[in-house]
């Protein structure tokens, strides 16, 4: 799983045998565009899992909107950072800058304050032009616009209105967009990593280099190829717990079908990709043995069997819908 859709323990789910070539030349550019340009990424900034001081979306693929309720439209700028505990917005001390081109970047009070070698320059939006809003309370306004000086930038407020966030308040997104074939590469990606982990560790490693396989490396690391991922609209779900109706979570397994590794994803269980991985490589062995999937869990960082039933949160359990179940049959 891409660190920045979270990091989680124990760390042995980890695939170390990667080319250093594909994984700085094709998939970090991949990773960049998922990130910055899916409703994935964006739910990934939304938790704050990315580990940078900064966000920045591309508004190309995706295009988004916000809306804070109340009349007080100056707050519809905020990104609307949300604790994934509770699925609840909170305030979290950032600037926000829009520039002409539709890019947005987003730097927060942390994260520029502990990496100092970042107040050179505003990264990627530029400032002509663009629209700064600053957010946050008391000082951090303050340590904020000081952060945009160091920059260069000579912010000058033109309004200042204060934002309470109670129990009623209210932040709306809408969300449209295209899934194209870089998004689909950086989900293939994900696919057959997986089955290389679990065929590594199942002591079959030769089996990730058979010709059966060409096509998904060919699609991913060269772009060539026709698409080998149908999207779905519902995605893979959870039962929460306490207030919550959903827990943040995500999915991978495989499974075979008519002679071929299907893989099922889903990143934060809201849209779910089949993925045709390659030709069904085992000529021993139960297809329902090899894969059977892992549940990455968002919430305290871990990561389970997706073929068990429940699993422990504290003093809190949820249990797997039906539909995670069934993969497997």
């Known amino acids: 799983m891409s660190q920045f859709l979270g990091t989680f323990s124990p760390d042995n789910l980890i695939l170390k045998e990667v080319c250093d070539r594909c994984n700085s030349k094709v998939i970090s550019k991949l990773e960049t565009i998922f990130k910055e340009d899916s409703v994935e990424g964006f739910v990934a900034a939304q938790y704050q899992l990315r580990t940078s001081s900064s966000i920045r979306f591309r508004n190309k693929r995706l295009k988004f909107s916000k809306r804070v309720s109340g009349n007080q439209r100056i707050f519809d700028s905020i990104f609307p950072t949300i604790d994934p505990a509770t699925g609840k917005a909170i305030p979290t001390p950032q600037i926000v800058i829009e520039g002409k081109n539709g890019k947005i970047q987003i730097l927060f009070l942390k994260g520029v304050k502990d990496f100092k ?99 998904i490396r060919d699609f991913v690391i060269k772009d060539e190829g026709r698409k080998l991922v149908l999207v779905k609209n519902s995605g893979l779900s959870a039962k929460g717990y306490e207030d919550r109706d959903r827990i943040p979570f995500h999915f991978i397994g495989l499974k075979a079908h008519q002679a071929k590794i299907m893989a099922e994803v889903s990143i934060f269980g809201h849209l779910k990709y089949i993925v045709e991985v390659g030709k069904y490589p085992f000529k021993t062995g139960n297809a329902n043995s090899f894969g059977l999937g892992h549940l990455f869990n968002v919430l305290n960082k871990s990561f389970h069997r997706a073929d068990i039933a429940k699993y422990g949160m504290g ?3 949820f249990s797997l819908f039906s539909n995670i179940a069934g993969i497997h049959t």
């Not at 809003?133 to 000081?146: K, M, R």
């Not at 199942?202 to 396989?213: A, D, H, I, K, Q």
Request: glycine share 10%; net charge negative.
């Open 117 to 215: 070698s970042f107040a050179k320059k505003i990264n990627w939006t530029g400032v002509q032009g663009a629209t700064i809003s600053i957010f946050g309370q008391g000082s951090e306004v303050g340590e904020l616009t000081q952060e945009l000086r160091n920059r260069g930038v000579n912010y000058k407020e033109n309004e200042n209105e204060h934002l309470e966030l109670n129990e009623d308040g209210v932040i709306e997104c809408e969300f449209s967009g295209t899934i194209d074939r870089d998004i689909e590469r950086f989900i293939c990606k994900l696919a057959f990593n997986y089955f290389a982990y679990c065929a590594i560790h199942s002591g079959l490693t030769e089996v990730v280099y058979e010709n059966g396989f060409n096509e």
């Open 315 to 317: 003093n809190n359990q």
